[in-house]
């Protein structure tokens, strides 16, 4: 099984919403914290939102978007509400080795392939 896998991107109009799924190797998921980044070109990554490893804690660096994780299904999800066009970006899952959330980068492991988010009229 792919370590982290993201799925749910796409193309929505302003307004719009979208939910990004983030799934993996179970060792890996479900026995971190799991951050959700997005990039833009040109740009280096962005912290978005992150979960820590039983899912108590949230701490969010974006407006619009919760995170929540399902252990038992072994997911992680960013429901993204109101989208704008600014919110346009990849979208990345990571998946640290420590429990509780970082907003720095090196923390992260795992790193999905990305999942785009695309927000135009």
């Known amino acids: 099984q792919a370590q982290v896998v993201e799925s749910g991107g796409g193309e929505v109009q302003p307004g719009e919403s979208l939910k990004l799924s983030c799934t993996g190797s179970?060792?890996?998921?479900?026995?971190?914290?799991v951050a959700w980044w997005s990039q833009v070109p040109g740009e280096g990554r962005h912290f978005v939102a992150g979960?820590?490893?039983?899912?108590g804690k949230t701490h969010y660096q974006k407006p619009r978007v919760t995170i929540s994780r399902d252990h038992d299904n072994n997911m992680v999800y960013l429901q993204m509400d109101s989208l704008e066009p600014d919110d346009t970006a990849v979208y990345y899952c990571?998946?640290?080795?420590?429990?509780?959330?970082?907003?720095?980068?090196?923390?992260?492991?795992?790193w999905g392939q990305g999942t785009q988010v695309t927000v135009s009229s």
């Open positions: 979960i820590s490893m039983a899912g």
């Open positions: 990571a998946a640290s080795s420590e429990p509780y959330i970082s907003v720095y980068e090196g923390d992260y492991d795992y």
């Open positions: 179970r060792e890996i998921i479900s026995r971190a914290a």
